[in-house]
């Protein structure tokens, strides 16, 4: 990863924070994108300005997404590897949620690193090289109860990082999709850890999940599923849905306490 230039959004996450670290041992020239300012210029007084560009900004505005492309591009003068790692992950019944997060989860998680992506496609391709990589979730490959929105929103990222690496096939552009279980990040409620103790669900540390995204860029994967037995069920579902069903019934009713407002 010396010297390669490498946009990374959700920069002052759990995962992304931690990515970020990563990428700047092992000499990146790092771009990083969050809403939170102070996560970001405490990373980047730890990490060292000459490697590190911090922008603030809301990626799902076009104003946003065209600005971190002008600023990598004036800072580093190309893109070598975009890392779409920003995410929201609201949990709770369907029917009780409102219209407007489940909007923006679809808006946070889907469409802006899609939009993303196509903003820094023109670059990519006129260098002929560079590296998609699309953070998604054990939940875009098996549909959890209480997480319908987050669940639509990677399952539909796991189809476009599939598509477009096949639209991109000897372009010299790579696609990677990296679907981590869950995770000890502030994405998450503490209702979604209460629950995850009471269903016995294992949950990785961000540092963990972010030395397995590294290994996936490196070694330019296609997909990554973090985590076992998660992994062998994402197999088992793609075949046998209906098993998988059976698998997490007594699991959904568990959860469903955490998950329903009353009262």
């Known amino acids: 990863m010396e010297y390669k230039r490498v946009i990374l959004t959700g920069a002052g996450g759990g995962i992304g924070g931690q990515?970020?670290?990563?990428?700047?041992?092992?000499?990146?020239?790092?771009?990083?994108?969050?809403?939170?300012?102070?996560?970001?210029?405490?990373?980047?007084?730890?990490?060292?300005?000459?490697?590190?560009?911090?922008?603030?900004a809301d990626i799902t505005t076009?104003?946003?997404?065209?600005?971190?492309?002008?600023?990598?591009?004036?800072?580093?003068?190309?893109i070598d590897v975009l890392i779409?790692?920003?995410?929201?992950?609201?949990?709770?019944?369907?029917e009780q949620q409102a219209d407007d997060l489940i909007r923006r989860t679809l808006e946070i998680n889907t469409l802006a690193p899609m939009l993303l992506t196509h903003a820094v496609l023109p670059t990519l391709l006129?260098?002929?090289?560079g590296q998609i990589v699309n953070v998604g979730s054990t939940f875009g490959s098996i549909g959890f109860a209480w997480f319908s929105a987050y669940s639509a929103s990677k399952f539909a990222l796991r189809g476009f990082s599939q598509s477009l690496r096949r639209e991109l096939a000897g372009t010299g552009i790579d696609v990677t999709y990296v679907a981590p279980r869950a995770?000890?990040?502030?994405?998450n409620s503490q209702q979604v850890y209460d629950m995850a103790k009471v269903v016995s669900m294992h949950i990785?540390?961000?540092?963990?999940?972010?030395?397995?995204?590294?290994?996936?860029?490196?070694?330019?994967?296609?997909?990554?599923?973090?985590?076992?037995?998660e992994s062998l069920f994402?197999?088992?579902?793609?075949?046998?849905?209906?098993?998988?069903?059976?698998?997490?019934?007594?699991?959904?009713?568990?959860?469903?306490?955490?998950?329903v407002k009353t009262g």
């Not at 779409?84 to 369907?94: H, L």
């Not at 006129?126 to 090289?129: A, D, I, K, P, V």
């Open 19 to 56: 990515l970020a670290g990563l990428l700047a041992q092992a000499g990146a020239l790092l771009v990083l994108v969050d809403l939170n300012e102070q996560a970001l210029a405490d990373m980047q007084r730890a990490l060292g300005p000459e490697r590190v560009h911090t922008i603030s």
């Open 204 to 229: 990785d540390e961000p540092d963990r999940v972010a030395r397995r995204i590294l290994d996936a860029v490196r070694s330019h994967r296609k997909e990554c599923y973090i985590g076992f037995p």
């Open 84 to 94: 779409n790692s920003a995410g929201i992950n609201p949990f709770g019944a369907f």
């Open 62 to 78: 076009a104003d946003a997404r065209a600005r971190i492309v002008d600023e990598t591009l004036r800072h580093f003068g190309g």
């Open 126 to 129: 006129e260098q002929g090289r």
């Open 183 to 187: 995770v000890r990040t502030g994405i």
């Open 234 to 259: 994402v197999r088992i579902n793609g075949l046998l849905p209906g098993l998988v069903d059976r698998a997490l019934r007594k699991q959904n009713r568990l959860a469903r306490a955490y998950a």
